[in-house]
């Protein structure tokens, strides 16, 4: 099955900071493993990262929210953004709460993904993060998605069925990926996701907004709100 597409641009740069040395050790060594990555550093400390990564020029910063010394996942993607402003930021955590990420301005929640740490079992969520962060999307884990279904957290203006589609968009599925997760054609996806913009009356067309971040933020907030 295949879920993402090939990068557009090649090799994805990827940094990983980690305070736990065997865990940081096992993210290198799992990404190093996919040829659409390239490792170019890894860290143990934010205070580390935040002067060694500049020079290095990732695509994706792969980071644990909890980190020694003072400063978290959240604050040092926040700082590294700074400098580059297209970096993606992919979040680990031992905890999963959709309202974490209210942390972060809304202006400049493009290019985040948020993920528990058990996500390295499949690399299929951890490729999707790191793709859809680099691309400027944003992607949550699996596991917020199930908690949603389950509870019936949705936005009450779409169907079943866009819900469902918005459930794989929010994961970093492509339309190829949903519509085989989904059994569709890809013009039913796509036209699924049209409908979708239009009901969340979202301008598919304005060159400054980038629709499906546009939908993914709203469902964010729908789930922040219930959590």
Same mark, same amino acid.
């Given at each position: 099955?295949?879920?993402?597409?090939?990068?557009?641009?090649?090799?994805?740069?990827?940094?990983?900071?980690?305070?736990?040395?065997?865990?940081?050790?096992?993210?290198? @060594?799992?990404? @190093? #493993?996919?040829?659409?990555?390239?490792?170019?550093?890894?860290?143990?400390?934010?205070?580390?990262?935040?002067?060694?990564?500049?020079?290095?020029?990732?695509?994706?910063?792969?980071?644990?929210?909890?980190?020694?010394?003072?400063?978290?996942?959240?604050?040092?993607?926040?700082? #590294?953004?700074?400098?580059?402003?297209?970096?993606?930021?992919?979040?680990?955590?031992?905890?999963?709460?959709? @309202?974490?990420? +209210?942390?972060?301005?809304?202006?400049?929640?493009?290019?985040?993904?948020?993920?528990?740490?058990?996500?390295?079992?499949?690399?299929?969520?951890?490729?999707?993060?790191?793709?859809?962060?680099?691309?400027?999307?944003?992607?949550?884990?699996?596991?917020?998605?199930? +908690?949603?279904?389950?509870?019936?957290?949705?936005?009450?203006?779409?169907?079943?069925?866009?819900?469902?589609?918005?459930?794989?968009?929010?994961?970093?599925?492509?339309?190829?990926?949903?519509?085989?997760?989904?059994? #569709?054609?890809?013009?039913?996806?796509?036209?699924?996701?049209?409908?979708?913009?239009?009901?969340?009356?979202?301008?598919?067309?304005?060159?400054?907004?980038?629709?499906?971040?546009?939908?993914?933020?709203?469902?964010?907030?729908?789930?922040?709100?219930?959590?």
């Amino acid at each position: 099955m295949k879920a993402i597409a090939e990068h557009a641009r090649g090799r994805i740069r990827v940094v990983v900071v980690e305070d736990e040395d065997l865990y940081r050790e096992m993210l290198v @060594s799992i990404l @190093s #493993l996919r040829p659409q990555f390239e490792v170019v550093g890894s860290f143990a400390t934010g205070a580390d990262a935040l002067v060694q990564v500049p020079k290095l020029k990732p695509d994706v910063l792969l980071t644990d929210i909890v980190l020694g010394g003072g400063m978290n996942g959240i604050q040092l993607g926040l700082k #590294l953004r700074r400098a580059h402003e297209r970096l993606g930021i992919t979040l680990l955590s031992n905890h999963l709460k959709a @309202s974490i990420l +209210s942390a972060i301005p809304e202006d400049d929640l493009r290019g985040w993904a948020y993920l528990h740490k058990t996500a390295v079992k499949n690399i299929g969520v951890i490729e999707r993060a790191i793709v859809g962060t680099a691309d400027g999307m944003v992607v949550l884990d699996p596991g917020i998605m199930a +908690s949603a279904q389950r509870n019936q957290r949705a936005p009450l203006e779409l169907t079943p069925r866009q819900i469902d589609v918005l459930h794989f968009m929010a994961q970093g599925y492509s339309n190829e990926g949903i519509a085989e997760r989904l059994g #569709l054609t890809e013009k039913t996806v796509s036209n699924y996701i049209n409908s979708i913009y239009q009901r969340l009356a979202i301008e598919g067309d304005n060159p400054y907004v980038q629709p499906r971040v546009s939908a993914v933020l709203y469902y964010l907030k729908e789930l922040a709100d219930e959590s």
